[in-house]
Structure formats: C-alpha cells, structure tokens
C-alpha cells in the first residue's frame, strides 16, 4: 500500500506487515502495513480510539505483537530472540506526559539512560545532555529541576532525554496535546528542527497544520486499519475515503 508513496531510492527503517494487535478479544490493530524509508517523517492521524497509540508502542515492542511483523533497522519485533534492549536503542520514544524524574535535575534525567545502559562515563553524558539542551533551547536550565520548568520546557527534555541514546528513529505520541495552547508552538518547533535534520520520525498528531507541513507521507487510521494514506496534499486537499472525509470535516 505504501510502496506508491515511500521513496523507492532509500532504505526502509521501518517494515511492518500484517500487524495485528488484540486486547483479550478486542482486536485494536486488524492487518496494518507499512514502511518507514530512513529520513522519512510520517504522521499518523485518526480518531481517537482508532489504534493509533497502539500502532506507536508496536513498532518498540511496548506492547507485544499478535500476529504480524515489525522489522525496525532490521531486527524483527516478533522474534522472541530479539534483544528489545538493543532495538530500543536505535528509537528513541516521546510521550504526551513527559514522565521526567523529579529528584533529579534536567541534566541528570538525560544522562540517565546513557550512563545506565550505555555505561558512557558521567562527564561524556553530561556534555552530551548539555550539548542537547543546546539544541532545544534549554541549556541554562540544566541544573534545575522538573518541578520548575513549564509544560513545554519539560516536553522540551524529554525529548532531548530521547535523543541522548543517539536514536536513528524517533516516534512521538500526541507530544503536544497536554501542552497549555501558548507553549505548543515552542515544542513543535524543536521537532521540525528535528525532522530537517533527517531524522527518521513517526509522529502520532492531532495538529492538522504540522501534519501538513512536516510529513512526508500521512497515514490516515480508522478502526485498527490504515484507511487512507498519502501525501500531506493528497491526504488533507484531496481525501477519498469517506471516513477521512468525515474526520477532517471535525478536526480542521
Ligand atoms: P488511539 O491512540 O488512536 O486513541 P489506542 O491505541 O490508545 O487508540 O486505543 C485503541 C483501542 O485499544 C481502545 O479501544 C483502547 O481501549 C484499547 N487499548 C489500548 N491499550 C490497551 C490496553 N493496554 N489494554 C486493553 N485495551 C487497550
Ligand atoms: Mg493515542
């Protein structure tokens, strides 16, 4: 399905088919396919309750897979041998609630996961925080704590705390939605500087107008299947599909 769209020339970070996901006997994900070409920035749009969360933490094994396949810089989610581990150090992942750790300070809760995992020594990862607090504006804001930033700061570290282990692939799920209106600007900013860079990105977003500008491709999800999918122009100046139809009609 997707093979139209995908840039042929590039290599796919991202493979998933037949994706199915079931809750007990309610089966949420029904037959999804998909590619991610490296570079590539997808947005996945749909109603709620369509999947799309779901969707997300399938392709870093958050949840585990029903039947199917997702293949991430070659590794397959579905292979029980897979070192998840090892696979989630190539995707770095950014949630709404930003789930900082409030007993330590900005610098410390992006260090964590490289010194932890990585076993980088402490000066290394501290430079390197510094360096990505740098990159999302917050570099005088090391030393503080959580508590004393605004939502949109927070949303800011987390996200440099996700870029810490050097991901090659970064997901976002709703990252701005519990944002007050005023500071949704400043993180949508720090992920299209992201997505220029050439980050390979998967955003799961109810922002209509940064769906259109940042995406390369938008998948369109209604009831645990991919319902429509294409181009920004395609997708929001010329949809097909019914359902499509009726979920732009509400959301722009
Ligand atoms: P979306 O992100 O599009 O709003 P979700 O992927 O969050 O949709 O949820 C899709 C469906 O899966 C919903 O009906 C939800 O109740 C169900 N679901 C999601 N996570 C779980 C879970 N951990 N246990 C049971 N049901 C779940
Ligand atoms: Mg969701």
Redesign the pocket.
């Known amino acids: 399905m997707s093979e139209s769209t995908a840039l042929p020339e590039r290599a796919p970070k991202i493979t998933v088919t037949g994706l199915r996901k079931s809750?007990?006997t309610?089966e949420?994900l029904k037959g999804i396919d998909a590619v991610v070409s490296e570079g590539e920035v997808v947005c996945v749009i749909?109603?709620?309750?369509?999947?799309?969360?779901?969707?997300l933490r399938c392709l870093n094994k958050l949840e585990d897979i029903t039947a199917g396949h997702v293949v991430v810089d070659g590794f397959d989610l579905a292979d029980p041998k897979v070192d998840i581990n090892e696979v989630r150090r190539h995707i770095g992942m950014v949630f709404q609630h930003f789930n900082l750790f409030p007993h330590m300070t900005v610098a410390e809760n992006i260090m964590l996961a490289p010194v932890e995992l990585k076993k980088a020594n402490k000066e290394k990862a501290r430079e390197q925080a510094l360096a990505l607090l740098e990159k999302v504006g917050l570099r005088e804001k090391a030393d503080a704590r959580p508590a004393s930033l605004s939502g949109g700061q927070k949303q800011r570290v987390a996200i440099a705390r996700a870029l810490a282990m050097n991901p090659g692939i970064m997901l976002f799920d709703e990252a701005t939605s519990a944002l007050d209106p005023e500071m949704v600007g400043e993180v949508l900013q720090v992920i299209k500087d992201l997505a220029r860079s050439g980050m390979t990105m998967v955003l799961?977003t109810h922002e209509m107008g940064f769906a259109r500008e940042v995406a390369d491709r938008v998948i369109f999800?209604a009831d645990g299947v991919v319902c429509e999918e294409g181009t920004p122009e395609d997708v929001f100046g010329n949809p097909t599909q019914p359902r499509l139809r009726e979920f732009l009609s509400k959301v722009l």
Do not use: I, R, Y
């Not at 749909?46 to 969707?55: Q, R, V």
């Open positions: 809750f007990g309610n949420v749909g109603p709620s309750g369509s999947g799309k969360s779901t969707f799961v999800m």
